[in-house]
């Protein structure tokens, strides 16, 4: 049997003319901002990736189908409709087989395009360590996909809203390389820095792109997690981030919200407290990564 997997037309022609591919997760889209704002920044970060030469391939599974690069029609139907199931890589299988609409995580979008041929993949934040892990168990499947599928994940880091030291150790044990873009310090999404110095640093995309292409030549599994700092005008400072962050995961842990709804319950609280502030910069920092993602993207094409 084939894979139940449908290009996009300007993706297909993309595939076959060898151009950079960026892929965008879904998720993101259902469980990470409200609508409208969710289809609008979709569709400016495919727009950020095309004006960086390259082309975007947002992915969701819908009919069936793992599709590779969603029409208008398609992103609108997915950022509105209600129930999307969000799905990991445990979930996926099981999704296209009973043919419901899921939303890819940044671990499912990975696999799906790792499938496609998709090498680089552009994002807000990645899934991680959560606070409290020692007795939740809770640690984010992206952390494990990253060590196991050979896609460049351009991030802003992960959310202050998880251990971030505990994320960055699961992430050494298994072998992922952590790349910042430009500084020294680990981001932490909504802030530049996190105060965790960077266990890798590189100043072009040139360097990431031939750090990818070197880890497959010797043979090494996985691939990489780029952390791009937040543009300076977008940034919220840790000192204003903090307290919002800790009074979501009061409620969070009140309300016994646990499992998958963990991470989509804190962002639309964050969302709330902040008045919006928190999705203006979400928004900002998604297209930043977009147009980093688009030059390892064409520095990747242009090096093989
Ligand atoms: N972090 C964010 N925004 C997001 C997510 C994470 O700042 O939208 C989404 C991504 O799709 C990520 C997923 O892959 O949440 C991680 O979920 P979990 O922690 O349940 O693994
Ligand atoms: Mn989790």
């Known amino acids: 049997m084939s894979l139940p997997l449908n290009l996009g037309p300007e993706v297909a022609q993309a595939r076959a003319e060898g151009r950079a591919i960026v892929a965008l997760e879904s998720t993101i889209i259902t469980h990470g901002m409200p609508f409208p704002q969710n289809v609008e920044t979709a569709r400016a970060v495919e727009d950020g990736v095309r004006a960086a030469g390259a082309v975007p391939a947002t992915i969701a599974i819908m009919g069936g189908q793992i ?52 090498r680089v993949f552009a994002t807000g934040g990645i899934g991680g360590v959560h606070r409290g892990a020692e007795t939740t168990f809770d640690i984010s499947a992206d952390l494990l996909e990253l060590a196991a599928t050979p896609v460049t994940v351009v991030a802003a880091g992960a959310k202050a809203i998880l251990d971030l030291p505990k994320t960055l150790e699961v992430l050494e044990t298994h072998g992922v390389p952590v790349i910042t873009f430009g500084q020294d310090d680990f981001p932490a999404f909504w802030s530049r820095s996190s105060g965790l110095a960077s266990p890798l640093r590189m100043d072009s995309a040139a360097q990431i792109a031939a750090a990818h292409l070197m880890r497959a030549r010797l043979g090494l599994p996985g691939g990489q997690l780029v952390a791009n700092p937040i ?42 407290i902040t008045q919006g502030r928190s999705l203006t910069a979400n928004i900002s920092l998604v297209l930043n990564n977009a147009r980093l993602a688009a030059a390892i993207a064409r520095e990747m094409a242009a090096q093989d």
């Open 67 to 118: 599709c590779i690069g969603l029409t208008q029609n398609q992103l609108d139907q997915l950022g509105q409709a209600q129930d999307v199931a969000k799905l990991s890589r445990a979930d996926l299988a099981a999704c296209l087989v009973t043919g419901a609409m899921g939303a890819t995580t940044v671990a499912a979008t990975m696999i799906c395009a790792h499938l496609a041929g998709i």
């Open 231 to 272: 543009p300076v005008e977008a940034e919220i400072p840790s000192d204003e981030i903090t307290p919002v962050i800790e009074a979501a995961l009061r409620e969070a842990q009140a309300q016994g919200i646990s499992a998958k709804m963990v991470t989509p319950f804190l962002l639309d609280r964050m969302y709330e």
